[in-house]
């Protein structure tokens, strides 16, 4: 389905609404699609389509999600915790996962930013340069 530019606008419009001090406030988006879909104003299909992607990049630049080879103790979790927190501002959502195939090393992403120090990470990229 093709969306249009006036689809887009009321989504980004929609999605502002939404957005109570820099943060994405998950009931307001969940109330505005589903009067959204009650009243079906036209072209609500390409709105609420673009809205919902929006609302999924939303939550994810919001999102981080540490992966380490070990588990991290809770001072090292605080630390990275306070280093993202400076550098993305507050309101992030942390996720630490335990990953054994990393070797050892984290790798870290915030939304689309993805930083790599893991050992796995330096191989595939010492495989790619050879």
């Given at each position: 389905?093709?969306?249009?530019?006036?689809?887009?606008?009321?989504?980004?419009?929609?999605?502002?609404?939404?957005?109570?001090?820099?943060?994405?406030?998950?009931?307001?988006?969940?109330?505005?699609?589903?009067?959204?879909?009650?009243?079906?104003?036209?072209?609500?299909?390409?709105?609420?389509?673009?809205?919902?992607?929006?609302?999924?990049?939303?939550?994810?630049?919001?999102?981080a999600r540490v992966e380490s080879?070990?588990?991290?103790?809770?001072?090292l979790q605080s630390e990275v915790?306070?280093?993202?927190?400076?550098?993305?501002?507050?309101?992030?959502?942390?996720?630490?996962?335990?990953?054994?195939a990393l070797l050892g090393g984290?790798?870290?992403?915030?939304?689309?930013?993805?930083?790599?120090?893991?050992?796995?990470?330096?191989?595939?990229?010492?495989?790619?340069?050879?």
């Open positions: 389905m093709k969306i249009t530019k006036q689809a887009r606008r009321d989504a980004r419009q929609l999605l502002r609404v939404c957005v109570v001090n820099n943060a994405l406030d998950e009931n307001r988006a969940r109330q505005a699609a589903t009067l959204l879909v009650k009243d079906k104003p036209r072209g609500y299909a390409g709105v609420l389509s673009q809205f919902y992607r929006l609302v999924r990049l939303e939550l994810a630049r919001r999102t080879a070990t588990p991290l103790s809770a001072q915790q306070a280093d993202l927190t400076r550098k993305y501002g507050g309101g992030l959502t942390f996720n630490f996962v335990h990953n054994p984290l790798r870290i992403q915030v939304g689309g930013d993805v930083y790599n120090g893991s050992i796995q990470g330096r191989l595939a990229a010492l495989q790619e340069s050879l």
